[in-house]
């Protein structure tokens, strides 16, 4: 295996909803990579087959490439990965991946501009409980004559594959909240930022949507975030969106922030709500330093006024 290829590390943005056809892009001097969609998400009940089809193109001149399968390792919380360097292998495992018409870490030409259509097939053995599967399919460039001398790196493009293989008719889910901590105090004359950080405790990935809203003493929602469809692996965490909450800089009196999340599909997961008090902190502040300060002085002045005449 080519030691520069030890070097590419590549991010993947997991929040991806599965209708998007964007591309990814891979560039190194004159060569150029495309595939789409660029996030492949396949559910798959045992001794069951699913088959999706991708494009990979290329953008530039004339070259080669082969395809190899890599395992795809999270890295933080804001759904950031990268890819193992050694090659995948599918031996003993319940879950066989193929492409068909073509081999893994064989090289095929790839004309410029051109598309190729890759149809990968995604065959299930037998699994007595849920099971994820997080792995990368990477196309690498073969021949870099066209490259600079300069390049350290193998050109290539990665398309992530997450695959929960499942014998249960319905996802088991285990959600809780790692980090919501909103201050019990806040000045109302600056706006106001919660992180959010939601923990996937069950084994398999689960899409989360929901809500954090601002809740005033009366029951009125004065500021409302709503959270798009966001992927957690499993075993993992993912912050949420954050959303600055700003209310009149006069606003004094307690209010709710109470965050909602739920399945994809709309059923509720868990809530949580917390109290915190807004008040004119700074306007609060000046006008007691301006008390104490006039009171200073008029204490000051009645006691010199105070004081007997010299002689």
Do not use: W
């Not at 190194?28 to 990979?56: G, M, R, Y």
């Not at 088991?172 to 105090?185: E, G, H, K, V």
């Not at 700003?246 to 307690?254: D, E, L, N, W």
């Amino acid at each position: 295996m080519n030691k520069s290829f030890r070097t590419i590390v590549l991010s993947i943005l997991f929040t991806v909803v599965s209708q998007c056809h964007c591309v990814t892009v891979a560039h190194a001097s004159s060569v150029s990579l495309s595939i789409s969609p660029p996030v492949t998400e396949v559910l798959l009940a045992p001794n069951k087959t699913a088959t999706q089809t991708i494009q990979l193109a290329n953008n530039g001149e004339d070259t080669a490439f082969s395809l190899s399968l890599h395992k795809l390792i999270p890295t933080d919380d804001l759904g950031h990965s990268t890819i193992d360097p050694t090659p995948y292998t599918q031996s003993n495992t319940p879950l066989e991946i193929k492409i068909q018409g073509k081999e893994f870490d064989t090289s095929y030409p790839f004309p410029a501009n051109s598309t190729i259509p890759l149809t990968l097939n995604f065959t299930s053995a037998t699994v007595e409980e849920p099971l994820d599967f997080y792995l990368a399919l990477v196309a690498k460039i073969e021949n870099s004559e066209s490259l600079t001398q300069s390049s350290t790196t193998t050109p290539g493009i990665s398309l992530p594959l997450l695959i929960t293989l499942t014998p249960l008719p319905a996802l088991p889910t285990d959600i809780a909240i790692n980090q919501f901590s909103p201050p019990q105090l806040h000045d109302s004359s600056l706006p106001l930022k919660v992180p959010v950080i939601i923990e996937n405790k069950a084994p398999i990935m689960l899409r989360i949507k929901g809500t954090l809203a601002l809740i005033s003493p009366t029951g009125k929602v004065v500021q409302e975030s709503i959270f798009d469809p966001t992927l957690i692996l499993g075993h993992t965490t993912r912050s949420l969106p954050s959303t600055k909450y700003q209310v009149p800089s006069t606003t004094i009196g307690p209010h709710t922030l109470k965050l909602t999340i739920q399945t994809e599909g709309g059923r509720i997961l868990l809530e949580s709500e917390k109290p915190i008090f807004f008040a004119p902190l700074r306007p609060i502040l000046i006008l007691i330093v301006i008390a104490l300060s006039l009171t200073t002085f008029f204490l000051r002045q009645k006691r010199l006024t105070s004081l007997p005449p010299k002689d």
